[in-house]
């Protein structure tokens, strides 16, 4: 039987696209199609079985891609969230991992990619980049219920590095960061290099992956 796929955007022609598409992979068949989130969870309400993937876009009226992610996360949680996007901004990806999503794709992203985030999320638990099929934990998307540890000695964050990393894993921006930090930005500019150094990352995203894989703050 193969996997059952839901989509949630609120461009018909768009999904319809998709939809196409999908049904062309092996393994795989639309399920349904929903305009936005609230209408996602009216249907999953009155069908018998569940989607075991959710590709869900980002911005949709009534109930976006955020709280549609929370959602099924806390109503739904053998549901895997894939977000397909047309927004590439970190913020917005941390966000939606934050809450829940297991992979992150922009509609610019070729066929093959999409099927093989596909497989990826399905086999592995989650899909995003090489970083997360090196680095990741089944159980990274899931909220931590631990309290936040001292980091481990082999990160070494000092204390204002360890405030700047708590700060980065939300929405706030850098320069809101420095606001926040009563700092320029050009010395979270110094923060943010140095905890990349010592994380042994190149990016926020990966970051913040690594924060919430080895519980340096908490979600």
Known sequence: MPFQIAIIDDHRLVAAGIADLIRKFENYDVQLMAENGLDLLSQLEQSSQLPDIALVDVNMPEMDGF???????????????????????????????????????????????????????????????????????????????HPVSTPPQSF????????????????????????????????????????FQKLNVKTRVGMVLVAIKHRLVKI
């Not at 990393?165 to 420095?178: G, K, P, Q, V």
Request: proline share 3%; charged share 30%.
């Open 67 to 145: 709280e549609t992610t929370e959602q099924l996360r806390l109503r739904y949680p053998a549901v895997r969230v894939l977000v397909l996007s047309m927004e590439d901004r970190e913020d917005q990806i941390i966000r939606m991992i934050r809450n829940g999503a297991r992979g992150y794709l922009l509609k610019d992203c070729r066929p093959a990619e999409l099927r093989q985030a596909f497989d990826d999320v399905m086999s592995k638990g989650f899909y995003y980049s090489d970083f997360l099929a090196n680095h990741l934990v089944n159980n990274l998307v899931a909220p931590s219920t």
């Open 156 to 195: 070494n964050l000092n204390d204002r590095e360890q405030e700047f990393l708590t700060l980065a894993c939300s929405e706030l921006t850098y320069n809101e960061i420095a606001d926040r930090m009563f700092v320029s930005p050009r010395t979270v500019e110094g923060y943010r290099d140095s905890v």
